[in-house]
Nanobody, 114 residues
Framework: QVQFVESGGGLVQPGGSLRLSCVNSRMSISTYAMAWYRQAPGKQRELVARILSGGTTNYADSVKGRFTISRDNAKNTLYLQMNSLKPEDTAVYYC????????WGQGTQVTVSS
């Protein structure tokens, strides 16, 4: 079973930054489209950002210009740099495949609050 492990979340003030990381402990992600998703309380899980194996990226309109998705295939790691955070970014953030999702990890909690 594919296993994603997310980290890097925390409590941050509005306008602050966080960098999330995701490692897959059981397989190489280098040839897959990968993505970050988030789920806020009482809401459905949504796609935040996607990066294809060749490096092409796309973002949800709500995070464009503020978030950057990247990958380090040598480290088998996916990243999400989040800047200018807003309270509405508060959610549990998950990584998974970018096209056909697999099993979900525990996620990492991001809370934006003053």
């Amino acid at each position: 079973q594919v296993q994603f492990v997310e980290s890097g979340g925390g409590l941050v003030q509005p306008g602050g930054s966080l960098r999330l990381s995701c490692v897959n402990s059981r397989m190489s992600i280098s040839t897959y489209a990968m993505a970050w998703y988030r789920q806020a309380p009482g809401k459905q899980r949504e796609l935040v950002a996607r990066i294809l194996s060749g490096g092409t990226t796309n973002y949800a309109d709500s995070v464009k210009g503020r978030f950057t998705i990247s990958r380090d295939n040598a480290k088998n790691t996916l990243y999400l740099q989040m800047n200018s955070l807003k309270p509405e970014d508060t959610a549990v953030y998950y990584c998974n495949f970018g096209l056909n999702t697999g099993s979900w990890g525990q996620g990492t909690q991001v809370t934006v609050s003053s």
